[in-house]
Nanobody
């Protein structure tokens, strides 16, 4: 079992920045590829970014490339999502998730454990 707790969400104006954190406990954090997903109001959950176990491989959805950066600190059992140049379209509940595969994946159904989510609201 892996327990995941997100933090760092909030209300920010368009063009601003936020950094999300995801603290992991339970089984060894470094044994999991990790991902960030989001669910905008009235829409389905969608992939945002993912990172391999060592952090050497990352994937991003096109709409956040160049604005968001996923990273991890295995010594601190923590996953991060640095979000810059935020847009109103980034408004969503953001979730972190853990995947027992070696490489990160983009499909939500591939992930084994999920956090409870943190709200990000970007005002125009």
């Amino acid at each position: 079992q892996v327990q995941l707790v997100e933090s760092g969400g909030g209300l920010v104006q368009a063009g601003g920045s936020l950094r999300l954190s995801c603290a992991a406990s339970g089984r060894t954090f470094s044994q999991y590829a990790m991902g960030w997903f989001r669910q905008p109001p009235g829409k389905e959950r969608e992939f945002v970014a993912a990172i391999s176990r060592t952090g050497g491989t990352t994937y991003y959805t096109n709409s956040v490339k160049g604005r968001f950066t996923i990273s991890r600190d295995n010594a601190k059992n923590t996953l991060y999502l640095q979000m810059n140049m935020l847009e109103p379209e980034d408004t969503a509940v953001y979730y972190c998730a853990a995947d027992s595969s070696v490489l990160p994946r983009v499909v939500a159904g591939s992930y084994d454990y999920w956090g409870q989510g943190t709200q990000v609201t970007v005002s125009s």
